[in-house]
């Protein structure tokens, strides 16, 4: 099988709308942050080497830098969606006949959930820096790609929202309170005043237009 980043769109498009579960929710969610982490750098590309924008070179070239290491953790997140959703469909297959198989079952399902409660969070957090990094594009970018600036703080945006949704899912199955509530909390302060943190950079590059 192919990997998933060396498919077409096409390809990618047609599994997601099949029956098959995989990819899903969590892959789009990874997805939609590497897209945003593609658009901010597309704008420093586009801002660099430009005459106008000489005085902001350096950070451009800082951000391009983040944005393309930011892409690439995001793309492996995309991946690792993938493969932990097949191990947890696994772990449900598990017999559970004997009271001896129903415990390893149990225990196999929630080792399972607990890396798939990792995945989304680190997602949601890749997520939340692209929305940080979107800004300082939309802020120094070249005017001409300003509202690209403005894509990547939406694409991120959903992404986040989308990852956090499977971080609840995963963590509502989860037996281990105590891990489930910690793994919460930090997604409560990764979401925490981030619609205010897009919409000021929604509205500071409308405001460019």
Do not use: W
Not at 66 to 72: G, I
């Amino acid at each position: 099988m192919s990997e998933i980043k060396d498919k077409s769109i096409q390809i990618f498009l047609d599994e997601l709308a099949s029956k098959s579960a995989t990819p899903g929710g969590g892959s789009v969610s990874a997805l939609m942050g590497a897209q945003s982490a593609a658009l901010i750098s597309m704008v420093c590309n586009l801002t660099i080497g430009k005459p106008k924008y000489a005085e902001v070179e350096n950070e451009m070239h800082a951000l391009l830098e983040q944005a393309e290491a930011l892409r690439e953790k995001l793309l492996i997140l995309v991946k690792a969606d993938i493969h932990i959703f097949n191990d947890l469909m696994s772990a449900y297959g598990l017999p559970k006949e004997t009271d001896a198989e129903k415990t390893a079952r149990t225990e196999a399902i929630q080792a399972v959930l607990k890396a798939a409660t990792e995945i989304p969070l680190e997602c949601a957090r890749s997520c939340a820096k692209a929305v940080e990094l979107s800004r300082y594009a939309a802020e120094m970018g070249s005017l001409a790609v300003v509202s690209d600036a403005g894509a990547a703080v939406m694409a991120a945006y959903s992404g986040l929202k989308s990852a956090a949704l499977n971080v609840y899912i995963n963590t509502s199955s989860l037996k281990d309170r105590v891990y489930a509530e910690a793994k919460l909390t930090e997604l409560d302060e990764i979401l925490k005043d981030v619609d205010a943190d897009v919409e000021d950079v929604y509205q500071l590059v409308k405001g460019k237009l």
